[in-house]
């Protein structure tokens, strides 16, 4: 059960306290999407229920129950888009439900960082004063999307990388016939092993790549290479687009993280494109390109469901192709 995780410090001290009884009421899991924040909390919450020797045993009743899904003692809220208050007061009402089963009633709360102001505020009285059986857990990819005042009341838990040895070490036992793959898969994930997999069990990875790259070398040249790669990040895709903008833009900080490698000497990751990278980075500057990653770091970040994806998108496109031409260029 979650073997990658094992050699990961956050799991770790998580579980050891599960198994010496000493767990606190508010955790904030903290780290970048796929870095395992939920698999951790779903184990965290089976090992603190289980009432076998080694937590979490697998065998005993609560284990099984987390295994199938149906343990009554876990609430989960949150993993789609938006979290309204109506998700968080349905949640406090079952946090003051008695746990059946065993002594911790046990909330978990994907990606906080989709709560809005009025979800945080119905969260705030619970999360500071939970029932005295309860335990909450938060997961963020950023704290500072949560209030201060939830932020100074979780124990914070942060989730840190893997190395590239580890997750090349995981991803060969796992996925043995795509060995040739995983030098590059291990490197290009930058120690999120979610990315990993999510690459290797996509057969379109190398595909959409590809268009990315193709159309991200255009942004050197006429105002039409903006169309086209928008066209790369889904934005004529209607429906369907923003679920998939995340590969979307690791696809293109991949490119610009190359493009500052070669001007710096550093070790380039999309190797087998590297001719086509060297041919956009000798007509750009570092500095428009630091430029265009800061800038779409930020549209990424702000990003979220209700907004008009194609929109953002074209906008932001159009500001990092005059950050490569100048603003004088356009026509
Ligand atoms: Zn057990």
């Not at 876990?74 to 746990?99: A, C, S, T």
């Not at 159309?215 to 889904?234: N, P, Q, Y």
Request: net charge positive; glycine share 8%.
């Amino acid at each position: 059960m979650g073997n990658y995780l094992t050699t990961q410090k956050a799991f770790r001290s998580l579980i050891a306290s599960a198994r010496s009884g000493n767990v606190r009421q508010a955790y904030i899991f903290e780290g970048i999407k796929g870095i395992g924040k939920y698999t951790t909390a779903r184990i965290f919450a089976n090992a603190i229920h289980c009432t076998g020797e080694n937590k979490p045993c697998g065998v005993c009743p609560d284990c099984k129950k987390h295994i199938a899904n149906t343990h009554s003692d876990l609430f989960v809220v949150g993993g789609g888009g938006q979290i309204k208050v109506e998700d968080i007061r349905q949640m406090n009402e079952e946090l003051y439900i008695k746990p059946a089963l065993s002594s911790r009633k046990i909330c978990i709360v994907r990606n906080a960082d989709n709560m809005n102001n009025d979800a945080q505020n119905a969260l705030l009285k619970s999360f500071e004063e939970p029932p005295a059986y309860a335990v909450i857990i938060l997961l963020s990819e950023n704290i500072k999307n949560l209030l201060p005042t939830i932020r100074s009341r979780g124990n914070k838990v942060v989730f840190e990388p893997f190395s590239e040895k580890e997750i090349s070490e995981y991803l060969l036992r796992q996925y043995p016939l795509k060995k040739d793959a995983i030098p590059f898969v291990s490197l290009y994930s930058g120690g999120v092993i979610g990315r990993a997999t999510d690459i290797l069990e996509n057969e379109e990875f190398f595909e959409t790549r590809n268009k990315m790259f193709r159309a991200i070398a255009t942004l050197t040249g006429d105002r039409m290479s903006i169309f086209k790669l928008s066209e790369a990040f889904g934005a004529k895709g209607g429906k369907g687009a923003f679920e998939n903008c995340d590969l979307y833009f690791d696809l293109f900080a991949s490119f610009m993280r190359d493009v500052l490698a070669i001007k710096t000497g550093a070790r380039v990751i999309n190797q087998d494109m590297s001719a086509l990278i060297e041919g956009f980075c000798a007509k750009v500057t570092s500095s428009s390109v630091l430029s265009i990653i800061e800038r779409t770091a930020k549209v990424r970040s702000e990003l979220n469901v209700s907004m008009k994806y194609e929109l953002w998108i074209v906008n932001m496109l159009i500001n990092c192709w005059e950050d490569i031409n100048g603003k004088g260029s356009r026509s």
